[in-house]
């Protein structure tokens, strides 16, 4: 049995629940350490779900969707499954053994909403994870300098965001986050969802990859030509920022206290409101 259902099992008890129903990809993907049962790119959640109960789980999904679910989507455990006809609904799949106590990790009639309390147990990665999780972070810095390094100027933000999204595709990386900017795009704007702009001096870009339920998040900046001292100055700036936060992280620390050192880190290198302009981050 996975160590992770045991855990989910045993802490039904403790929230009075007979059992809990998880159709988030995030949740499930935890639970199964890769399982998403996605068919649309974008969706919150997927379309099939797990019923735990404290001593079996069942998984519940469409027939049209439950052979290629069994077939090619992790699933570390035993369990029953029931199908229902697509043109219906979960709730059909849950009449004939929903329990009276239902938990949702999803807005659902006459259950009882348990996605604040997930993310807790979903904290810490496995050590294959941790490995899944720095080859991820690998690739996909790789795609990004690949790119980088071939502009030139005149190519368009959109042209660079199907550039990265083609190759994050081939490696199996589904590019969740995909901004670039351009000249002074950069500076307007804090989240440069790619358009038409054209590269004139420098370029922006940040992808968001996900595998397996893995999320990795990096950002690289190209200068065509040398940059001058007021940018070299700002760059220089940021990097000792950053740093100072990175310094800061220790385990077992409050995020709170994480948070007004981040402050205190924009205020030591002049730049005292700055980490109001964007969001910092979190656990």
Not at 147 to 168: K, W, Y
Not at 266 to 274: A, F, I
């Amino acid at each position: 049995m996975s160590e992770r259902l045991h855990t989910l099992q045993r802490a039904l008890a403790g929230w009075q629940l007979d059992a809990l129903l998880l159709t988030r990809r995030d949740n499930i993907a935890w639970l199964t350490q890769g399982a998403s049962y996605y068919v649309v790119e974008r969706a919150e959640t997927g379309v099939a779900s797990l019923l735990i109960f404290p001593d079996r789980v069942r998984l519940l999904a469409p027939e049209n969707e439950m052979p290629r679910i069994l077939a090619e989507e992790p699933l570390p455990f035993a369990c029953e499954t029931g199908c229902y006809p697509w043109y219906t609904s979960l709730e059909t799949a849950l009449a004939s053994c929903r329990p009276a106590r239902l938990g949702s990790d999803a807005p659902l009639a006459s259950t009882v909403n348990m996605e604040p309390e997930l993310p807790r147990l979903r904290q810490g990665l496995s050590e294959d994870e941790k490995q899944r999780f720095r080859q991820l972070g690998r690739e996909a810095a790789r795609i990004v300098e690949e790119v980088a390094r071939a502009l030139c100027p005149g190519i368009s933000e959109r042209e660079v965001e199907a550039a990265i999204v083609g190759r994050c595709l081939a490696c199996g990386i589904r590019p969740v986050c995909t901004l670039v900017a351009a000249d002074e795009r950069i500076a307007l704007y804090k989240h440069p969802v790619p358009g038409t702009k054209r590269l004139a001096r420098k370029m922006l870009i940040t992808l968001g990859a996900e595998r397996l339920g893995l999320n990795v998040s990096l950002t690289r900046m190209v200068h065509l030509g040398e940059p001058d001292e007021a940018l070299k100055q700002r760059i220089g700036t940021l990097a000792g920022i950053h740093a100072d936060i990175l310094q800061a992280i220790a385990v077992n620390r409050r995020w709170q206290d994480f948070f007004a050192q981040i402050q205190q880190a924009y205020r030591r290198h002049g730049w005292t409101e700055s980490w109001r302009e964007h969001h910092q981050g979190g656990p």
